[in-house]
C-alpha cells in the first residue's frame, strides 16, 4: 500500500529545516499533495491543533506533519478518504514511530466525523487566507482595494503558460501542433509569444521541447524581452540571468544580440547554460557579483535588472514562500537591489537603457526604490511604459491575477547623455 513518508521527508524540508520545496523525489500524485498542502498549510495546521488533545513534542513534529498531510490528503486527493487515512496511518511505521498509529488513525477519524464544526470555528484571518500575517499587512499597506482579489489568486494554482521560440515556429502554428496531441491552448493577451495551457503537462509531451521550439514561462515574465526592446546586435547585459529565461527569449527575438548573462550563482548558472543548449543558442555567461564594481566588462546599450526579491509576486507558483520568507528578509533584499541598480547604472552607456524588474508586489522593492534611485542619480530619465497592470509613480504593477499572470514590477530608465 502507497504511504505518506516521501511527502513527509519533503514537507518537512520546507516547514522545519526551511529549504526551497523540492519535488524531485515524488511521484505526481506526492507533488500534487505536498504543494497543495504548501498551499494551505496554515489552514491545515490550524485544523490539526483543533483536533489534538495537546500539542505533540518538538522531536514529534514529523508527526504533525504527517496529520496535516493527511488532513490535506481527504480534503483534495481525489481517492476515497479510507485510502489517505490508511496511507497515513501506515507511515508511522516508516517514521519508525508504531506507537503513534492509534493517535494517527484516531485525529484523523475524528476530523471526518467532526469536519464541518471543526472548519466553522476558523477565525484566524492567517488560517482562512492562508498567508502568514506580515504578508497580510503588507498586501493590506500597498494593496488594500486589490488584497481579497490577490490572496485569491495567491492561493489559485498558476497555470501552465508557454513562450513559443519566435525564432522556430509562431505561436498560431504552435498552437496547431498542440492540439493534435489534443494539448488545448489559448494565446496571451500580454505576450504575442505567450500560450495558456488547459491543463499542465509534463514539458517532455510539448512538440519540440527538446529541440528549443518551446519553454515555460510566466507570461508576466514574457514582458521583460519586450520591453527592453533590444535591437539588433546590440550589447545587453542581463545583470541577473539564472535560470536563463529572459536571456533565451531575448536572444529569441534578436539572436544577433551581444548578450552577456550573469548570476552570482555558479550552479544556477548552470541551468542558464542548459537552457541555450537546448534552444540552439550561444551566450558569454559570467559568474560575478553585481553588486559590486566590475568594470571589466565594459559598457553596455542596454540592461536587464531582474532583481532578488521577496518574489511576493509568484506565491501561486512557490506556496513555500509564505512559509519561508521572513519580514526582516526585505531589509537585506533591499540593501541588494539598490546596489545592484548602482551599479549596473555604472554599466550603462550615455543613451543606453535599464529596465528595472522584480517578481514582488511589495512597493519597497519597486517604486520605491526607482524613487530613491533617481534622487540619487541626475543622469536618469523615466521611460514610457505600455498600459499594462497598474501605473505606479513610477513604472508598473501587473498584480497576480487568476488564471492569468503573476505579479511583477516593471521600471525602464535611460541614461542621459552628459550635458543634456
Ligand atoms: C529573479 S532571479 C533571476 C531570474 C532570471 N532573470 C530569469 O528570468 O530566469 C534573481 C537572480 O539574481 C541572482 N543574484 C542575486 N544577487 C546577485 C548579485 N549580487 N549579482 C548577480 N546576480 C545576483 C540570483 O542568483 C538569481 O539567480
Redesign the pocket.
Known sequence: MRDFINEVTVLSQTILHGHAYNGQALDPLGRFLVQTTLRHYFWLDSIVQTILDKPLQKKHQDLKLLLILGISATEFLNQPIYTSVNAAVETTKRLKKPWAKGLVNASLRTFQRTRQAVINEIHAEVALTNHPLWILDRIQADWPDQKAAIIAANNDPAPMILRVNAGKQTRAAYQILLAAKDLMATPCDLSPNGLILDQAVAVGDLPGFGEGWVSV?DSG?QL?AQLLQPKPFERVL????????????LLELAPTLDLVS????AD??TR?SENFTRLGATGDLRC?????PQPELGTFDRI?L????S?SGVIRRHPDIKLLRRPEDLATLIE?QR??LTQCWSLLRPGGSLLY???SIFSDENEDNLVWFLANHHDVETLALPAVGVPRSIGVQLLPTKGVHDGFYYAHVRKMSPGL
Open positions: 514561462q515574465a521583460a542581463d545583470a541577473c540571468s539564472a535560470p536563463g529565461s529572459k536571456s533565451c527569449h550573469v548570476d552570482i550563482d544556477r548558472l542558464v560575478l557579483d553585481l553588486a559590486k536587464l531582474d532583481t532578488p526579491c518574489a541588494t546596489q545592484l524588474v522584480t517578481c
